[in-house]
Structures are given as C-alpha cells and as structure tokens.
C-alpha cells in the first residue's frame, strides 16, 4: 500500500462534496472513490470521513438518506444540497487561487 | 447563511438517532469485509483485515457526536447539571459553603453600598465636585470654622476663584393659614445661592436678583417634600401664596426632591438680601458656599487669604490686629461626609477581612472535597477526560456556589440596609439615601467572580494535576503533617487566625472607647426628662410678651400631673450649637486677655430639672429678673480659668461693653455641654428676661425641658394642650427625651463599635470554623498513623498534645501575624477613639487570649476524636 499523503486541512471537505457532486454515494463508495480517483494516494479512513461527513450535514451542505444500496443493503445515502452546490464552487474556486498561488511561489523561487 | 443556520438550528433542537451512526459504520465495514472476500481472503480473514483497517469505532463515534452544532454548551450544561447532582448529595458541604460566602458577600455589599452612597457616588449637584464650603478659622480659641460676617461675605464674593459665592443661613419658620402650624426649616440664600449648586427648579423658577433687595424678598422657593406632603403635589403652586412667620410670600418654584442643600430637612429657601453697604462685623451668621471657576483649590485658597488680609486692613478696630485669624476652604463632599470617612473606610477594611477569613474557609472546604474527590477524578482521568474537561467540571461547581452565595448575599445586604442605624451617626439621605443600586449590584458580581475564581480555581488546578497511577494505587494513606496539602491548609488557618486578630483589635478598641465614652459623667441627670423646642414668631412676639409667654407656659406645664421640675434653655447640651461670645472682667484692661464663654440663656429651675448641682453662692432665682437682670451663674471651669484661686462670687462681667455689668451669684459644677468626648468648654448662665443684656442670642426659640416623675413621654400630650390654650398657631418640635439625645451623642462610636464587633464576632466563628474543620479533617486522613503508634503504646495524651499542639502552633503563628498586621493597621483608627490608645496593650492582649483559646476550643474536639480511634481498627481498615 503506498503511504497516504497527509490532506490540507479543508480539503476533505471539497474531495467530499465534489465526490458526491456526481451522484448521492454512502460513506465506504466515497472513500472508495477517492482512493480509486486518487489512485489509492489519497486513503481517507472513516475517522476522519465519518466526522467530516456528520459535519458537513450539520452545515446543510450535504443531506442523507437511507436506501437501499448497490448489493440491496440498507445504507446511508449523502446527496449534495443547493447550499452544497454553492460551497463546492466556492471551495474550487478557492482551491484555484491556493493551488495558482503556491505554483507562482513555487516556480519563481 | 440563513438556510445554514436553520440546519444548525434544526440539528440542535432534534438530536440525531445514535443507532443510525452504529448502522452506517457497521455497513462500512461490511462493504470492508466483501471488498476482501472479493479479493479472495477466507470471510474470517477478510473481516479481520476490515477490522484493522477500520480502527476504534468508539472514537468515531465520539468524533462525529462532537460536530454537532452547540456541542459545547451542552457540555457545559452537562457539568452544571452534574455539579448540581454533586452539590445536591453533599448538602451539608453546600450549605455551610453557601452560609459562609453570604455572610462575608452580604456584609462587604452592606458596607459598600454605603461607602457607595457617601463616597463614591456624585452628590446630587451637577456642580458637586467644584463646590468649596468656605469658613473662617480662629486658631488661638481652637475654633475651625467660624461663620462669617455680612462685611466679610461682601469682600471674599469678590474672589476671581470663583463663579459664585454665596451666603446662606439657617432657620425655622411657622407655616399657617393651611390647616395645623407647621414649623419649616428654612434657608435664607443671597442672590447666588442656587448658581452655587446649579440646579434646576423642579416647577417654576429661583429667586431672580431683583427678589434680593431689601423690600422685594417675601417670595419663597418650596422643597419637593414639602410641595408633596403640605400642597397634594399641587402642579398650579407656583404664583400662589403661603403664610410664613405670619408674612405673606410668593411660591416661585418648587425645588426637585433629591434637592437638600444645605441641610437635609431643609423645607423652604427664601432670598437673603444684604446691604452692600453693611457694616455689620459682629454677627457672625453667614455660611459660605461657592463652585471653583477654573482654580484648583489651592489657587483659591492663596486668593482667599489675600483676600482675608484685605478685610482685616479695612476694619483694623474690630480685628485689632488679632493673630490668628485664618480662611479654609473645605470641598463639599468633605464637609458633609467629615469624620464618618474614616468610619466607614475602616469600616470597609474590616467587611473586607471577614470576606477574606470567609473565602479562605471556603476554599479550605474545597480543597478538603477535592481531596475527598481524588479516587473520582482518577477514575474520570483513566476513562480518558482531559484535564481542561475535569478543571472545567470544578471550576463549575464552585463558581455555581459562588453564584449561589452571591445571590443570598445580597437579599443578606438588601435586609441589612433595612436594619442598620446608620441614621444615627450618617445623615445618609442628604446623599440621595443608600440604596442597591447598578454599582453595588455590579461590585457584588465582581466580587463573585472574582472570588469564586480565584479561591475556586486553585482546588480545581489541584484537582486535576493528581497523578491518578498514585491516587489509585495508594489509598489516601497520610501521616501527621507530612503532606503538601496540609501545609497549604495549615497556611490558609494561620491567614484567618491573623485576620481574626486584626479585627479583634480593631473591635476591642472601639468598644474600650464606648465603654469609657459611656462611663464620662455628663454632669447632669438625664433619666425622666423630656424636651422640646418651640420658636416664637418674631411678627407676634415683642420681647415682652415672649417672656411673658414662657413664664405662663412654664407655670402651667408645672401644674401638669406627674411633673417634677419645668425650665427652658436656648441650647440644650450636646446639641453641637453654641452662642460663644467674649467677655469682659471687671478690673481688667480690654484685651489683655481673651475670655470666651458659651452664653446659656436658662430660667431659674433648669438646674433643677437638669439635675446640675450648686458649687457655692446660689441659684438664680425669679427675683433676679426684675427690676433688671444683674444676675448670673458661671460653671467650674469658667470660675478656674477666670478667677483662679479666688471667690468667684461677688466678682463682675459683662459681654460688651454697652451693656451693664452682671454679678457672679453662684457656681455649678460642669456638665459636658459639648460633647461626651470633648473637654466642658467655659460656660455662663443667664436669665430669660425681657433684656438681651448685650447678648446675641435668640430669645424667642428656646427648649422646653420637663422633668417628671416617670414615662417623660407620656406627658408630651398634656403639654401640646397646655400650648395650644396659649396659642394654637404655635408648633412644637424636636420632641426628645434626654436619654435620646445622650445616646445619639456617642452614636459616632456606638456604631462603628457595634458593627466591628460583629464582624469580629463573625469572623472568629468563621476562624474556629476552619481550624476545627482542617484539624478534623487531618485527623481522619491520619487515622491509619495514630492507630499505629497507639499500637506501639502511644499514650492517649501524647496523641492529644500531637493535636492540641498543631493548634497552639498555629495560634501562635497567626497571631504573631495578626499583631503585626494590626499593628500597622490601627493607626488609621485613630480619630475615632476616646481616651483609648491605638496600641492599648490590655486589648491587644485580651484579644490574643480570646483568639487563643476559641483556637485551643475548636481543636480540642478533633484532638478527643483522635484520642478516641480505635488502635485494631485503624490498622485494620486498610
């Protein structure tokens, strides 16, 4: 297993809601996907997910649902909220002037 | 922002099913579990793996609980609801902590809501802080201020210090014409009397400068009280007229009701004119008051006495190049609060030691429950609390006591203010009353806080620093005095011992000055003896027919049932007013040297209803009176002073020198005309007559004295009826026995006296509390060692001596701390004892004796307890 790399405090939170921008996922499909996306660089375990998970619901950014999954288990489905939408955007957007400002400090020194 | 506020909020007011979180990890780690069947580990293996992937569940679990919203405030909720559990199961703990801390919180309060009231708050002037009361000082006669003349006002309102310099003086005047006479105080102000103050009218307007010449004055401001009680708060008042001292004056305005300058009983304020041209050096009847105009006081101070040498170059004859004659200047707040000042700051240094003795008994019973607590607090510790969580948890439970105390310390306050006499010693209600008003509710906090986290916070950083490997491992085991805890206990007794001491001190000084203050013979016998003041208008009353009027009166009370003796007097003693006027000595040049006496205008049987006994010579008698007074009667110290060594009897004075010469017929002994605690001043009796006989002095305002044969109030009724056959218009006021006025005069030391000694009292209680407390609570820790040395054949006495033994050393030390503290600490009393020195080494040393054995007294029973433990069981327990 390559070793995880270490994630930008705030940035579970926009892998979360970009995850889920696609369609509504349960906690372990959300991990999984990152882990795939990332090509297993990016491990998130459920002791950080699940707490951001709980955080974002109390935001009003994500809402949950119980349904019926994939393999006909019940579990917890995360879908985005409009206010989620507007966070996620706002998050990119932000993540844009971080990721431009760190390469401009990066490429001139 | 609003939708995620209202997610917030929906969260927090419906919690989230905890079984839903368990479901949703458990399908977590299921997928976990087929992901690895999938990859094609057997299904134990591949839970396993899932397993040690996953991690803690209960940490997540934690974790997620935590995000929600208002997470802390319940938690904090959950600490207050558990600390009072806490409280709730230890209620003997919580009273006693609750007792203690009101008692201390409601006295500090008390006290400072009267230093509030008299110190601190602004006086109700909007010019208060630049209002200066300006006097004359007499040094060679010891006189600090002197009123000043009508010439002398004229030349210091001239000052460029001040804005405004007013004169102003004090008196009564009848009311009639609207139901029963009624006698005001009254205040007769020049033109800038209310500039001075800078207050506004209530309704109407003040006097303008044209009411200040003579002719124009009959026009009369009302106070609020008077507007309310006499005139039904009638608001068309102003323009109408009211009858005073028979004359008709014009309602101009009605003053606003905290409005009670310059006395506090002050009913109406009318205008005083003065000549600019008045000569007038000899009566000495103006105060003065002015508001500094950009001049520090000093400045003001230097322009006054330039001033002052002014006056006495213009009138050389009357000054007669007097050395000595001095101008002060006193700010007003000083004037009025005078001597209580220091009363009540000694006062609140006392409050504040018993508030101290109180916490630091408090914070001994905490530190005892916290150590009582350990075991607990491990546990919580081992289970994974943090220490701010446990500091957190503390902290609560004591600031909820604090709060609790707090609270039932004011309600304390709040019925003390109702109970007090300040009334006696403070005239509180001309500083707008004393009240819990913002400043003293907020001080009260303050203190609460303050208080509750300070001696709160240290058990609860004690608390949670205990190492709980130890804490659990050992079980509290201790031995005498070997323990940091103890000696910081130890630390804390001594403190409330030394406290305790200081207060003692403090308090046995004042009573001693009470005592002795109570054992000085008056001179006269003021058992049975009623008084009451009555002043005849001049409009109606010739000094004719105002003697004529006080014999009939006199004659007719004396008929009255039950009485003894009937007199009058101008001044009654110990009433603080005195005529003193100089006099002159047959046979003696003019001036060589000056002879000042209290000039007492009395009828023959004031002795007699006095109680005042004969020297030599003989009393005054009717027959003295006619054809004219030639007749008067000296005490003892006049007689030593004026003629030492020689028969005062026969010899001659006189009081001007226009007026006829008056023979010394008799000699009484002095009584203490001024005062239990002030030296008898010089005094001269004379007749009421129909001749002033040079005197200054108001002949128709005097004091009806009546001696009986018992209950002196009982009579009161009689003799309002008895005036009323005279004259109905007439009203009589001051109605006091002589025993009330006696004991309003020592009120300045009886009050101080009571509450220190309650105080003191509390805080020994208090001091005895926490040595028995702490001592009891070493003897139950060391248990385990007494019985093991009783075992090893300890005598029951050497254990008792162990224990009686730690409280002498204590004694000794808080008391050495004690001495020293007082020591540097009743210097400041100083002005307020009487004939007691401040290092009195009799109370000093009762006060150690009375500390010392309240001490040994508190220790003795946790010692007898020690004494009592059973050897066996003691080892055995553990």
């Known amino acids: ?109 | 922002m609003v939708r995620e506020f209202l997610t917030r909020l929906r969260f927090f007011l419906s919690r989230k099913r905890p079984v839903d979180l368990d479901d949703e990890l458990q399908f977590h780690l299921e997928q976990s579990t087929q992901t690895n069947i999938a990859a094609g580990m057997s299904p134990e293996e591949a839970r396993r793996q899932a397993g040690i992937a996953f991690g803690g569940v209960e940490r997540t679990r934690e974790q997620c609980y935590e995000q929600r919203p208002g997470r802390l405030l319940e938690a904090v909720g959950q600490d207050v609801r558990y600390a009072l559990r806490w409280l709730g199961r230890n209620p003997i703990f919580t009273t006693a902590v609750i007792t203690t801390l009101a008692l201390g919180i409601g006295a500090t309060t008390a006290v400072f809501s009267v230093v509030d009231s008299l110190l601190l708050r602004p006086l109700p002037y909007p010019n208060s802080e630049q209002i200066v009361r300006i006097w004359n000082t007499f040094s060679p006669r010891g006189m600090n201020e002197i009123p000043l003349s009508e010439p002398e006002f004229l030349e210091y309102q001239q000052s460029q210090s001040f804005a405004h310099v007013a004169g102003f003086s004090l008196g009564t005047v009848t009311l009639t014409g609207t139901g029963d006479p009624l006698r005001l105080v009254a205040s007769w102000g020049t033109s800038e009397f209310f500039s001075v103050l800078g207050t506004e009218p209530f309704l109407g307007r003040v006097f303008s400068t044209q009411e200040q010449q003579a002719g124009h004055t009959q026009v009369v401001v009302l106070s609020y009280k008077l507007w309310q009680n006499r005139f039904g708060s009638n608001p068309d008042i102003v323009g109408s007229s009211v009858l005073l001292n028979g004359d008709s004056s014009v309602v101009v305005g009605v003053m606003p009701r905290d409005f009670k300058f310059p006395s506090e009983d002050v009913d109406v304020w009318q205008p005083l004119a003065i000549s600019p041209a008045s000569s007038n050096l000899g009566n000495h009847y103006l105060n003065l008051v002015g508001d500094l105009k950009q001049a520090t006081l000093d400045q003001a101070r230097a322009e006054m006495k330039t001033i002052l040498v002014r006056i006495e170059e213009k009138y050389p004859t009357y000054y007669n190049g007097a050395a000595g004659i001095g101008v002060v200047l006193i700010p007003l707040r000083e004037q009025m609060t005078g001597s209580v000042r220091t009363t009540l700051l000694v006062l609140m240094a006392a409050v504040c030691f018993m508030l101290l003795i109180a916490c630091t008994n408090v914070s001994n019973l905490l530190l005892a429950k916290a150590e009582d607590r350990k075991k607990e607090i491990a546990t919580r510790t081992a289970l994974g609390a943090s220490r701010w969580r446990i500091i957190r948890q503390v902290l609560i439970e004591n600031l909820l006591l604090f709060l609790a105390s707090g609270t039932v310390g004011l309600l304390l306050a709040f019925f003390c203010l109702k109970i007090l006499p300040f009334g006696d010693s403070v005239n509180v209600a001309q500083f707008g009353g004393v009240a819990l008003n913002l400043r003293v509710l907020a001080f009260a906090a303050i203190l609460c806080l303050f208080t509750g986290l300070l001696f709160g916070l240290v058990p609860a950083l004690k608390a949670s620093h205990s190492d709980f490997n130890d804490t659990l491992k050992t079980s509290g085991r201790n031995s005498v005095g070997s323990r940091r805890g103890t000696r910081h206990r130890s630390l804390l007794v001594i403190s409330e011992i030394a406290f305790s001491l200081v207060l003692l001190a403090g308090a046995g000084l004042m009573i001693g000055s009470l005592v002795r203050l109570l054992g000085v013979t008056l001179g006269f016998d003021p058992k049975n003896v009623v008084t009451m003041r009555l002043s005849l208008p001049q409009a109606r009353y010739s000094l004719g027919r105002t003697a004529t009027f006080y014999q009939q009166l006199q004659e007719q009370v004396r008929s009255l049932p039950g009485v003894e003796a009937v007199a009058i007097v101008n001044q009654l003693p110990l009433s603080n007013t005195s005529a003193n006027s100089s006099l002159e000595v047959e046979g003696r040049p003019a001036g060589t040297d000056i002879n000042v006496a209290d000039s007492q205008i009395i009828s023959p049987d004031y002795f007699r209803a006095m109680g005042i006994p004969l020297v030599r010579g003989r009393f005054l008698s009717e027959a003295d009176t006619r054809p004219a007074p030639m007749s008067v009667m000296v005490n003892q110290t006049l007689a030593r002073k004026v003629w030492p060594g020689e028969n005062p009897i026969g010899k001659r004075i006189r009081f001007r020198s226009d007026a006829p010469w008056l023979s010394v017929i008799g000699v009484v002994t002095d009584i203490k005309n001024h005062g239990s605690n002030v030296a008898t001043k010089p005094e001269v009796y004379f007749l009421h007559t129909d001749q002033p006989s040079g005197l200054w002095a108001d002949f128709r305002s005097m004091t009806l004295i009546v001696r009986t044969a018992g209950g002196p109030q009982q009579t009161v009724g009689a003799i309002r009826g008895e005036l009323k056959n005279l004259d109905p218009d007439l009203p009589i006021y001051k109605v006091q026995t002589l025993d009330q006025i006696v004991s309003a005069s020592v009120s300045q030391t009886r009050f101080p006296a009571l509450l220190l000694s309650v105080f003191a009292g509390l805080a020994l209680l208090l001091a005895a509390v926490g040595v028995y407390g702490v001592l009891a609570y070493t003897v139950e820790q060391s248990k385990h060692e007494i019985g093991v040395r009783m075992a090893l054949g300890a005598p029951r006495a050497q254990i008792l001596r162990l224990f009686l033994g730690q409280g002498v050393k204590w004694a000794m030390l808080g008391g050495g701390a004690g001495l020293l503290a007082a020591f540097i600490l009743v210097r400041f009393m100083r002005s307020m004892l009487f004939e007691v020195g401040a290092y009195d080494p009799g109370i000093f040393a009762s006060g150690v004796a009375m500390l010392t054995i309240v001490v040994l007294m508190a220790c003795y029973l946790p010692a007898l307890r020690a004494t009592k433990i059973d050897p066996m069981a003691a080892v055995r327990s553990e």
Not at chain 1, 77 to 89: D, I, M, P, V
Not at chain 1, 101 to 108: D, G, K
């Open chain 1, 1 to 109: 297993m390559p070793p995880s790399t270490d994630l930008l405090q705030g940035t579970l939170d926009l892998l979360i809601l970009k995850t889920l921008a696609l369609e509504p996922m349960h906690g372990w499909g959300i991990a999984n996907r990152i882990q795939q996306v990332s090509k297993a660089a990016l491990q998130i375990g459920q002791g950080s997910l699940y707490p951001a998970l709980h955080r974002l619901e109390y935001k009003g950014w994500i809402k949950a649902e119980w349904a019926s999954s994939e393999n006909n288990r019940r579990a917890k489905f995360y879908s985005l909220t409009c206010a989620g939408k507007k966070q996620l955007e706002a998050e990119l957007s932000n993540w844009d002037r971080l990721n431009t400002a760190i390469r401009l400090v990066l490429e001139q020194i």
